[in-house]
């Protein structure tokens, strides 16, 4: 879309959310609103984007920033309503001259790429000088009204707060989402003003402006479910209801089964293979990538990961970190952060690993914490095993070479380097290196006193 622009509008306060967090942070599937605002306006191949910024403006541009995209940013100082958000992008709009702008309040995630599209393309068609996206509300508290004459006409958009109790009847509701003609917006503007319920300059008021110059305001009317938008925790929760049951339908028809929804929630950005099945009280987060034929939960949290295939990963915890083919995790243990697991490895239960290399075939079945180490294949962990990272200032890595055999209750106060093949004794504490091939027991000696229980039991006070 070259000759497009967009305007996102994110400097409002959103009061009813009642939060330290600018309003467009809040989540819908754990994923901020104005980043499916952004995903959206990007994927619809429009890269001049203006972004408004106002209440907690550092908040968003911070994580706006961590996208790894340019836009431009305006400051809205003081929040006096929509219509004022866009005066602050005019300067933009005059240098950048598009033909056309995309204005898009940031609390509506749905509006996705192929909407803005089509929109897009019904502006244009029917030559508007605005057109608006609609839909037909069951319930239209809270939303602009589309207000129209006899013929069908659009005269304007009346406000909840403004609306009369017929207009309050009109089901056609505004989605905060618009295609202007960018001049006819830029005049519009300047006839704004704050003579309304909230004394807030309505860029929605532009509407009613453009229809009464005799210039062509249109609609484009779609379905609800995408342009549903949150100015509450309980709105928050409507969406995320939307958006988890449309993920759930993509997932089926991919092949992939839930056999009980209760607790489970999946972000829009994961990808799930095949005959995967999913249990209860499953979350799975951000960018992850889970392979063919594994079985997720019950309750287990996934974070940006990316799962091989047959991974069978039950009640654990595992945050951006890599899992290879056939791996197990768990009952009840957690990695994370900076974790490479390859294949066909068995994490058991109550098991922490944090920023380690876990090769092929290794054994960590029990009890155990591996932190910034890089262990072999073929390695087997006894129960209760400690690599003992930390000293109080800095952290050291511990390396294990493949087939070692770490026993019970061992030490490994790093930095350690165990040799392939090498074993350790139980409750060894090692802080020497060990040789490839060796026994290391470091631990003192067992002693056995005979007879010592009779004697110190003769003089046991009674
Ligand atoms: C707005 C529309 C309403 C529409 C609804 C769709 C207006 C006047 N009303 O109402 O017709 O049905 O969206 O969801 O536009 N913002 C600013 N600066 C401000 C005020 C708001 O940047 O001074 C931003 C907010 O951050 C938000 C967006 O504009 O992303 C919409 O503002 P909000 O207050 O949520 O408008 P609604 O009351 O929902
Ligand atoms: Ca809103």
Redesign the pocket.
Known sequence: MGKAAAVI??????KRMKSDKS??LHEVLFKPMIDWVMDSVTEADIDNICV?L??NADQVSEHLNKRGQKYTYVL?EE???????VMQAREYLEQTKPEDVLIL????PFIDSSLIKSFYLEHKNKKNDVTILTSIADNPF???RIVRDSSGNVKG?I?EKDATDDERKIKE????AYWFKTDVLLEALSHLNGDNAQH?Y???DTVKIISGQGLRAGTCIVDMKY?A?A?SRKQLLELNNIARQLVFEKLFDAGVTITDISGVSISPDAEIGYDTVILPGTIIKGKTKIGIGCQIGPNSLIDNCVLGDNVVFNASQARNSKIGNNVTVGPFSQLRPDCVIAENVHIGDFVEVKNSNIGCGTKIAHLTYVGDSDVGGGVNFGCGVVTVNYDGVKKSRTIIGDNAFIGCNTNLIAPVKVGNGAYTAAGSTITMDIPDGALSVARSRQQNIDGWAEKKLKNRKK
């Open positions: 509008l994110a400097a409002g306060e959103g309003k467009v408004v106002g209440h809205q929040q006096l309503g929509t219509g004022h958000a309040n940031g609390d509506t809270g939303y602009g958009i406000e509701i505004n989605a905060g807030e309505y860029l929605t342009t938008g100015n």
